[in-house]
Structures are given as structure tokens and as C-alpha cells.
């Protein structure tokens, strides 16, 4: 089955963490994005990478890294440098307009 | 700056009773109006695009519709698996391939 795989699909952090949140698709795409989702906003881009070995920030990057080795892993760390971790991250990869999302990690800081 | 604004944030409606929601854009140089559902705890699920003014596509119960300054979902006869939150998000000339996202419409349809 081709689609997004997101993991894990609970992460628990403590204070001066960082983590790392996997996303791997197997549909071939050359875009790949990661999103944050809090409760009564729209989702926001933390980072888009086009191509391997590329990768932008979006709206709000502060505190996050990413990298893209290979076309079909793009994983994001969330550094101890974000003070306000806990929300809901989506990854999503694109062609020709067609996006799709993996299912999503949801991180909580204890 | 690009904006998208969603109405209403919730919506709760009886099985069976038709509605709408709204997305309301502002944008410099549209290039795409994207539905998603998304589900609780969920990704976002592709619904649909559309591309120009006056454009409509439909799906089972819902159907989507583009003005210059707004998109409509309609809902007709709603079950409760319509349940949901609705997304629209937008593709502009200011941010390329990349979406801008609206807060989302929490649907909850009743038995």
C-alpha cells in the first residue's frame, strides 16, 4: 500500500529533549512538508524540502531541524530551543498539486 | 499576507438537515482552493480542488463551490459519519506549492 508513515503516534518529551519524529513515504514524491496543528488554528509549515538534500523553513522553524537524505525520509526534530512543543505534527508529501498527510504524531511535553 | 478564514467554527446539525460552510480567502493570485476532512487524531483526508471562479465538483453528500473571494462546502442530507472537522486551505502566488490553511468547520451531524 503507498502512502505516508508517520512515527510514533504518541511522543512524550521532557523538558530540555530533543526528538525526533519520522515520516517515510513510499509514493514517490519530490515534495515533502511538515506541519504543526494546535486546537482553533490552521495548520502552520514548519519546513518543506522540494528535492533531496534541500529543504526550506516555513512560518515558523524556530526550534526545529530537519534534513532529507534520501527521497523518502524526511524527519523533524524538535530541539529543546522550542518552548511550546506540544501539538499535533503532520507530515504530507505532494505531486502536481495532490497532497497527502500521514496520520500524524502527537507530541505532549511532561 | 495571505489569509483564510473559516465559518462557522462548529456546526452541529440533525441527520438529514442540509447546510453550508464557509471559507473566506485573501490572497494574491490564486492557484488552488483545497477541502480535506480530517477526523480526531487523524490526518487530513483529500476532498477537493478547485481552480477557478464559478468552479463546482462534487462527492456523495458534499459539493464544493469557488467564488473570487469564498468557497462553499454544501453538505445535502447529512449522515452521522459526515462527522467531522472540514479544512480549506489555499495555493497562492505568494507561497507556490505551499497551503495556507484555514482554522476548520467541527461538523457533528446527529442521529
Known amino acids: 500500500?503507498?502512502?505516508?508513515?508517520?512515527?510514533?503516534?504518541?511522543?512524550?518529551?521532557?523538558?530540555?529533549?530533543?526528538?525526533?519524529?519520522?515520516?517515510?513515504?513510499?509514493?514517490?514524491?519530490?515534495?515533502?512538508?511538515?506541519?504543526?496543528?494546535?486546537?482553533?488554528?490552521?495548520?502552520?509549515?514548519?519546513?518543506?524540502?522540494?528535492?533531496?538534500?534541500?529543504?526550506?523553513?516555513?512560518?515558523?522553524?524556530?526550534?526545529?531541524?530537519?534534513?532529507?537524505?534520501?527521497?523518502?525520509?524526511?524527519?523533524?526534530?524538535?530541539?529543546?530551543?522550542?518552548?511550546?512543543?506540544?501539538?499535533?505534527?503532520?507530515?504530507?508529501s505532494s505531486i502536481n498539486r495532490e497532497t497527502f498527510f500521514g496520520q500524524g504524531t502527537r507530541l505532549t511535553v511532561v | 499576507e495571505d489569509q483564510v478564514t473559516q465559518s462557522p467554527e462548529a456546526l452541529r446539525l440533525q441527520e438529514g438537515e442540509s447546510s453550508s460552510l464557509n471559507c473566506?480567502?485573501?490572497?494574491?493570485?490564486?492557484?488552488?482552493?483545497?477541502?480535506?476532512?480530517?477526523d480526531p487524531g487523524k490526518g487530513p483526508e483529500f476532498l477537493f480542488t478547485l481552480y477557478s471562479a464559478g468552479e463546482e465538483k462534487e462527492k456523495e453528500r458534499l459539493k464544493a463551490t469557488l467564488t473570487k473571494k469564498e468557497s462553499f462546502l454544501h453538505i445535502t442530507a447529512p449522515k452521522p459519519e459526515d462527522s467531522a472537522t472540514y479544512l480549506c486551505a489555499v495555493q497562492s502566488d505568494n507561497y507556490g506549492q505551499n497551503f495556507v490553511f484555514g482554522p476548520g468547520t467541527r461538523l457533528s451531524v446527529l442521529p
Open chain 2, 24 to 38: 473566506s480567502y485573501t490572497v494574491s493570485g490564486l492557484r488552488g482552493l483545497f477541502w480535506y476532512r480530517q
Open chain 1, 1 to 92: 500500500d503507498g502512502g505516508i508513515t508517520q512515527s510514533p503516534k504518541y511522543l512524550f518529551r521532557k523538558e530540555g529533549q530533543n526528538v525526533t519524529l519520522s515520516c517515510e513515504q513510499n509514493l514517490n514524491h519530490d515534495a515533502m512538508y511538515w506541519y504543526r496543528q494546535d486546537p482553533g488554528q490552521g495548520l502552520r509549515l514548519i519546513y518543506y524540502s522540494q528535492i533531496v538534500n534541500d529543504f526550506q523553513k516555513g512560518d515558523i522553524a524556530e526550534g526545529y531541524s530537519v534534513s532529507r537524505e534520501k527521497k523518502e525520509s524526511f524527519p523533524l526534530t524538535v530541539t529543546s530551543a522550542q518552548k511550546n512543543p506540544t501539538a499535533f505534527y503532520l507530515c504530507a
